[in-house]
């Protein structure tokens, strides 16, 4: 039997290799856990999510990719831009606001910056929420041009929107 290097990873319980990314340090077999939970998400998304999602789709939001149910780490981000290293989570009643707090600690370190929109808002509100995205976004943009980033990309490298 052969097995494929995320197979061997997987019996060895080591990071696997990743084609993007950096594994994140999990175990393979969390790192498919996660992988696993965050499709099943994506396949059956809560009806804010739907909504938000086909204003997001496509660059519709002044030209911002967004990725549906990205892992990060441990954690898995309702709606992810990565360019910009902003995460959107669509909250419901059943957040617990100390563990969003730790959760949101956590993907800080990672640099990740986390903007919280209620289900409500969504429904009831979705220009006030795009809005409110866009800026974070463009606020982002503001930030990168105060000057070089301290760590530069090699030459052709890097994420490009």
Known sequence: MILTPTDMAKRNQTPPLQGRGKGWGLSANTLADLQGRARSMRNNPTEPEKRLWRNLSNGQLGGFKF???????????????????LIVEVDGRTHDSERDFARDCALSTLG?????????????????????ILAALESADVALAAGPHPHPSPEGEGLFR
Do not use: F, H, K, P
Not at 68 to 83: K, M, N, P, T
Not at 123 to 132: P, S, Y
């Open 112 to 132: 990740y910056r986390t903007l919280r929109v209620t289900n409500d808002d969504v429904l009831r509100n979705m220009a006030g929420v795009l809005q409110m």
């Open 67 to 85: 990725r549906r149910q990205q892992v990060i780490g441990y954690y898995i981000a309702d709606l992810l831009c990565a360019s910009e290293r």
